[in-house]
């Protein structure tokens, strides 16, 4: 065997271990990091560039002036309310319906699947109108009549329809949420139960919902912070009245339609520094570290 | 004794027809056969897990076939083990008698016994994760037998093991039947685990289970 043959051999080998040669390496491993970097660096660099423009085009002043505000006063308070009762009993709903739709088969559950999904699909003012119309039917009448002699005050343009505008969208997510965490755990596990001597329900209250915790704290985070972002189905189900049913959305709609943008850009920074709190507080508390789970 | 009368179910596509075998009281039974036959559907129809056709199961002379899974005094393991990781050790293995709402001084009693007997007691404090496998099946034996089953069903609880700790977990089993006279019924897939543990060998094929003797050819 001439020695240029097994040279020419040897190059080819070489040539065959690393098809496309160096360029072609580069690309499928540093190029590929760089090219994800990039990706993402362009979205996290808007993000951040919208805050720094909200921050520079307002000053400390319009911070303490809409502070100061009673009527902002009002919406913070009630915006923080309604998201909470909003998110808590999404997850209340989201829940049962997830477990429902992760465990069983019944006979139109690709349907119920889709109709889950319509409150994310919909255009938010058209889940307001849809809200305010069906008030309006007989039955919603009647529904609200008996909501009034039981807690003293209707729900059509009143505080009650904010966290039901709120909770009717929101849901949505968290049933989502909730679907996929049940997915994700075992049906082992609640079998062995059973044959531990639990009903079904205690199975599901013993082991599957303390296995669903994070799932449970993140189907929450999610509901809150979509609840505070909410403002097309309330502007339509609950009008925007200062001092009555005015969130922190229909703050920054009423000033920026009065012209006055410093206050909008403030009181869209403040929900920030709400939802950030808020969001950072649920998943401190709920964290393992935090519940002194040690593995 | 686990008596299966001419049992029929059927899972999807998959179907057994007219399934019968029995296992004498306080026997150790293995159940051997190709992987899909459908041992495990068998063994989760004995433990109530999987919905019957027609036919019967009787444990411990009790007509159990309609019966749910926490009325028939049966202990399971699966063959991952399925341990709950959200509890301790601690807690998985006193799970069943607090279902049963024993007082907690009973449940510890119970805990530690077992804890011994199964060589996990520096285990109690500590969460699922990052138990080896070896603990894990130590750890799902004694959560079914916390509560003293008179049937203990054992779903390959050693395919997923390395040798050493298979025959420490082979030794374990030998002693908890020594001690606790509990009728078991474990599928596996290994003849020379089979022979080591049970006095009674039956063989799943084609649909139809049939005894083999225990010694000889398979």
Redesign the interface.
């Known amino acids: 065997m001439s020695q240029p043959d097994v040279t020419s051999r040897r190059s080819d080998a070489a040539k065959a271990g690393s098809p496309g040669g160096s360029i072609s390496r580069w690309l499928g491993n540093s190029g590929f990091l760089v090219a994800l970097i990039l990706v993402g660096s362009f979205y996290v660099i808007m993000l951040l560039a919208m805050l720094a423009a909200d921050l520079t085009w307002t000053a400390p002043g319009d911070f303490i002036k809409a502070l100061s505000s009673e009527e902002i006063q009002y919406s913070i308070r009630l915006s923080l309310m309604s998201c909470t009762v909003a998110a808590i009993l999404s997850v209340w709903v989201a829940v049962p319906i997830g477990y429902l739709m992760s465990r069983f088969n019944f006979f139109g559950k690709g349907f119920v699947d889709a109709i889950l999904d319509i409150p994310i699909v919909l255009p938010p003012l058209v889940v307001g109108l849809s809200l305010l119309v069906l008030f309006s039917t007989t039955a919603g009448v009647w529904v609200e009549e008996q909501f009034k002699a039981v807690f003293g005050t209707g729900i059509t343009y009143q505080i009650p329809s904010v966290v039901l505008a709120q909770f009717m969208v929101a849901c949505a997510f968290a049933v989502r949420t909730m679907r996929t965490t049940f997915d994700q755990i075992?049906v082992?596990?609640e079998?062995?139960?059973?044959?531990?001597?639990?009903?079904r329900f205690?199975a599901f209250w013993?082991?599957t919902l303390?296995?669903a915790?994070n799932g449970l704290i993140t189907a929450l985070t999610l509901a809150w912070a979509r609840s505070l972002g909410e403002f097309g189905p309330i502007l339509v189900f609950s009008g925007a009245t200062r001092m009555k049913t005015e969130v922190l959305p229909t703050t920054v709609h009423l000033e920026l339609t009065t012209g006055d943008l410093e206050a909008a850009v403030a009181v869209s920074l403040l929900m920030v520094v709400c939802a950030v709190g808020v969001l950072y507080a649920i998943r401190h508390f709920g964290s393992d570290r935090a519940m002194g789970?040690?593995? | 004794m686990i008596s299966v009368k001419k049992l029929n179910l059927s899972v999807g596509e998959f179907a057994l027809q007219n399934v019968s075998f029995e296992v004498p009281t306080r026997s150790y039974c293995a159940l051997m056969g190709k992987t899909g036959c459908g041992k495990t559907t068998i063994l989760e129809a004995v433990c109530g897990l999987r919905n019957v056709d027609s036919g019967s199961i009787i444990l411990m002379s009790r007509e159990v076939t309609s019966l749910p899974p926490a009325e028939r005094g049966i202990g399971f393991v699966p063959q991952d083990g399925a341990l709950f990781s959200s509890m301790t050790v601690e807690e998985n293995l006193g799970f069943s008698l607090a279902v049963r709402n024993r007082p907690k001084g009973v449940v510890a009693e119970r805990v530690k016994e077992l804890a011994e007997l199964l060589g996990i007691s520096s285990l109690l404090q500590r969460r699922i994760q990052g138990l080896s496998g070896g603990e894990k099946q130590r750890v799902a034996l004694g959560r079914a037998l916390a509560f003293e089953p008179g049937i203990l069903c054992l779903d390959e609880p050693l395919s997923a093991l390395d040798d050493d700790t298979k025959t420490g977990l082979v030794d374990l089993l030998a002693r908890v039947r020594e001690e606790t006279g509990v009728t078991t019924l474990h599928i596996t897939h290994s003849l020379q685990e089979a022979r080591s543990l049970c006095d009674m060998l039956l063989v799943m094929e084609d649909g139809q289970v049939r005894e083999l003797p225990v010694e000889g050819e398979a």
């Open positions: 075992s082992r596990q079998d062995v139960a059973l044959t531990l001597g639990c009903s205690q013993r082991v303390p296995e915790r789970r040690v593995i």
